[in-house]
């Protein structure tokens, strides 16, 4: 009987001391919970006043991106249509001379000036070059 009864306090005694355990871990959780749920209303609420800012604070914003997009779009329209006007001026520069070489460059098989291979490479390059350049389409419809 006394081993049931050592038993029975051994075992009563350990319930109370999960039970008070179980108390604080459960407290320090709502606690924790409801800190959570206080910032996440503050967060909610922060993100509800920047959402209602004035209108035309937002116009202002948006009349100023597309004046920013306007700009860059002429800016890389302008940049566009130097560089293809560079290239146009130096292939008519270069291809009455580079058309020559093709045609007349080598008289004698074997007997190629030291020159004649830079040329050549010159001559595929411009090709390459033509390339980049739109092709001249007349719209006169």
């Given at each position: 009987?006394?081993?049931?009864?050592?038993?029975?306090?051994v075992f009563g005694l350990s319930f109370f001391v999960a039970y008070i355990y179980t108390a604080k871990q459960l407290k320090t959780t709502t606690q924790h919970l409801a800190e959570s749920v206080l910032l996440y209303l503050a967060t909610v609420d922060q993100s509800n006043q920047i959402q209602s800012a004035p209108a035309e604070n937002q116009k202002a914003h948006n009349e100023s991106f597309i004046k920013f997009l306007s700009e860059s779009r002429d800016w890389a329209f302008g940049y566009i249509e130097e560089v293809q006007n560079s290239l146009k001026n130096f292939i008519d520069?270069?291809?009455?001379?580079?058309?020559?070489?093709?045609?007349?460059?080598?008289?004698?098989?074997?007997?190629?000036?030291?020159?004649?291979?830079?040329?050549?490479k010159i001559s595929k390059e411009l090709d390459n070059l033509k390339k980049l350049l739109p092709e001249d389409i007349d719209d006169r419809r």
């Open positions: 009987m006394d081993i049931l009864l050592i038993l029975l306090a520069e270069v291809e009455p001379q580079i058309e020559h070489y093709n045609k007349y460059g080598i008289v004698i098989e074997g007997m190629s000036p030291p020159h004649d291979f830079a040329l050549k």
